[in-house]
């Protein structure tokens, strides 16, 4: 799980900074004193959605366990709060008071949630590609 959200955050990192002109257009490029290499991975995924790279069909304030059922930009919250749970133990300890936490010790009990992560980090991976296949793509030529 750890080494998925170290994939993802490279990934959006990459695609981010391939996307530097397109964001700065946008104005959702970072100022000079936050600059994103020092991002977090919960700040590079609002990234990808405010970018439309990872589009949302919930509200923000949706219940991790409900974002499964959303589009990829709302499923990557659970992606999130998962990661965070296994890489710092406040956000754990946080989990265990609020919902159903994972049982990180019980691999077999892990393995669901396991493919769940896998699965939204290949349909992120797959949105992101589509976002870097369009920016390596040249503008088709203007016909008379």
Request: hydrophobic share 40%; glycine share 6%.
């Amino acid at each position: 799980m750890v080494m998925l959200g170290c994939s993802v955050e490279a990934g959006l990192l990459a695609t981010a900074c391939a996307c530097e002109e397109e964001l700065k257009a946008a104005g959702l490029w970072p100022s000079d004193s936050d600059p994103i290499t020092r991002w977090e991975l919960g700040k590079l995924l609002e990234l990808g959605r405010k970018a439309s790279w990872l589009p949302t069909s919930l509200p923000k304030n949706t219940d991790m366990f409900s974002s499964l059922e959303g589009e990829v930009g709302d499923a990557v919250r659970f992606f999130l709060r998962i990661r965070n749970a296994s890489v710092h133990p406040g956000n754990y300890v946080r989990i265990v008071a609020e919902e159903d936490a994972p049982d990180f010790r019980n691999s077999a009990a892990m393995k669901p949630t396991y493919d769940v992560l896998q699965g939204i980090s290949g349909v992120l991976f797959e949105r992101l590609r589509t976002v870097m296949t369009t920016l390596a793509s040249p503008p088709a030529p203007a016909t008379s």
